[in-house]
Every structure is written in C-alpha cells, then in structure tokens.
C-alpha cells in the first residue's frame, strides 16, 4: 500500500474508522475514499457494489458494522446478526467485482469461545461456543472471516482478517444503553458526576477480566496489517494488560474527576468472564500498543466531555 493508492474506508465515522482516517493521515495516506452512511447504506447490494465499482479503491478497510453493548445485543439480536452479515458479504463480493487489490477486515475477540482459561490463540476460532450474549454479533463476525477466507481461496481476493481486543478512545459512541463497556461506563460516571451521586451501578460482579486496547494503536496495527501481512490465518491484535472491571472502572472515574463508588448488579449479565488474546503474531511483526491505559482513558473523557457538553 502506498501513499498515492486510493484507500476507501467503510465505516469511516465509527470508533475505529475515524481512528483509521487520523492515523493514515499522520502516515501520509490523503487519498481516502470517505462517503457518508446516508449517502450509502452497505446493506444495500446493488448501490454498494455500484459504488466500489464507480470509486475503484486499490484497497478496503472494512470497518462498517453495527455495534454495542451486552445490552444493545440482548434487545435487538435480530439487527445485530443481519445488518452484520449483509455488510460483510456486501463489501467482500463487492470487492472481488471491483477488483479491488486488497480488502482487511476486523473482527472482535468475541467470536472466540468462551470459557478459554489462558491467552486465546487464532487457532481457538470454532472450537467452541461463544458467549450467549452477544452470539448474533459474533456469528456475524465469524461469517465475515470465513467470506475473506474462501475468496481467498476461490477468488484469489487478496484479505487480512484481524481480531481486536475491546477497543476504547476518541469518538466512541456516548449512549449509555447501547455503548460499549468504557463509552457506557464513562457516561454514567459523567451523569454521577453532574448530579452529585456517588454510587454508579455496573453490570454483573465487577471481576470479569478486559483486554482494553486505545484504538489509535489499533488503527496503526491495521495499517501495518494492510501494508506487509499476506497471510490467511487472523492476526490477533491485543494489548496484553488485561484488568477486573471494577479496576477499570476506578480508572474511568479518576479520568472523569468523580470519586464514585460502584455497585456492582450480579442480577445483570457481565459477558464471557475472561478474553485475552495472544497476540504472539502481530508483535512478530514489530507492533506493539503505544498507549498506557490511564492516558488513553484520560483522551477518552477529552473527547467524551467536548461532544457531551455540546449536543
């Protein structure tokens, strides 16, 4: 991938894709192809694959997905799963009729098993059940691999498939009931903090362990992926610190100023217990993550409270 290639990023206004479209600027990489959802909806057949064939992108960051929470995938399990395969399947076929000379695309780690004691390796994949609470997402994503996979091997598509720890940073999306765990907590920490409480509720006990990664590092990680990795195996892309929730809770309320206290809520699901990837091969390639977590917290809030105090 060079400078001069024309990059389209899909899902370019999303937690990860913004953080792609800073970090390729910084590397140099100005002409992206950047549309807005309104403009094209990915699940869509017809006007996606119009689309790659009108722009002609050499190569395809495939960041475009519906996400959230245990919450959000508990209430509509139904949209998670479809809009999910459709947008995959969308831009893998529409790539392959595009030629388009290189497509990566980002999984989650939770389409692993659950119940997995130690650093859970790429060859995990399919060897066991996922987490029940948020199966749709995850068979959704498993999908996708397998679409990279097999075109692969029939099509000759170039892919990478990368499976990223929990991701957190800038432009996180701020509902409480439909965020992810950092975004989600953050807020309500933020409203706690406004209305003078100090008890915070968290779902389930507060020990269930997270990988957390900043998604700018991330982003870099992709990037690398795009630029040197050929093979079909999926590259883990992890932090290796993994800490209990109630841990990293006290380090979102340090970011946010609010001396809260937390109570946990085992009536409520937590998700799977333990997820931390091995991620023995990206850092075979040279990348390691470049942001301590209370930094990256701290960016987080930055961000969070410019966006919150203004809508």
């Known amino acids: 991938m060079e400078s001069s290639d024309r990059i389209f990023v899909a899902g370019h206004t999303g937690l990860l894709g913004s953080a792609l479209v800073r970090r390729l600027r910084a590397q140099g990489f100005d002409n992206l192809t950047l549309v807005a959802r309104k403009d ?11 689309f790659l064939a009108r722009e002609k992108p050499s190569h395809v960051f495939a960041c475009a997905a519906r996400v959230g929470g245990i919450r959000a995938n508990i209430e509509y399990p139904a949209d998670f799963l479809y809009d999910n395969l459709a ?12 030629g388009v000379g290189k497509l990566l695309f980002p999984s989650s780690n939770c389409v692993y098993p659950s119940g997995w004691e130690g ?24 999908a996708g691999m397998k ?34 765990f950092v975004a989600g907590l953050m807020s309500r920490v933020h409203s706690a903090k406004l209305e003078r409480r100090k008890e915070v509720p968290i779902w389930g006990t507060g020990t269930a362990l997270r990988e957390l990664l900043y998604v700018d590092d991330c982003a870099d990680a992709l990037i690398l992926l795009m630029r040197t990795y050929e093979g079909r195996e999926p590259v883990n892309v992890g ?20 001396g809260a206290r937390f109570v946990p809520d085992p009536s409520r699901p937590e998700g799977i217990h333990r997820k931390l990837l091995d991620s023995t091969r990206i850092r075979a390639l040279g990348w390691r993550p470049a942001t301590p977590l209370d930094t990256g917290l701290a960016r987080t809030y930055e961000d969070f409270f410019s966006r919150y105090a203004t809508h």
Request: aromatic share 4%; proline share 6%; with cysteine.
């Open 119 to 142: 650093p859970i390796p790429e060859s995990a994949l399919l060897t066991g059940p996922v987490e029940p609470t948020n199966e749709p997402y995850a068979v959704a994503k498993i």
């Open 147 to 180: 679409l990279c996979q097999t075109y692969a091997r029939q099509h000759g598509l170039r892919s990478v498939v990368a499976v990223a720890a929990s991701l957190y940073g800038p432009g996180a999306h701020l509902d409480e009931s439909g965020s992810h």
């Open 40 to 50: 094209l909806d990915l699940r869509d057949q017809a006007r996606t694959f119009d």
């Open 239 to 258: 932090s290796g610190d993994e800490r209990t929730v109630v841990d990293i809770a006290g380090r979102i309320a340090a970011a946010v100023g609010h």
């Open 87 to 98: 947008i995959a399947a969308n831009l893998v076929e529409g790539a392959r009729r595009a």
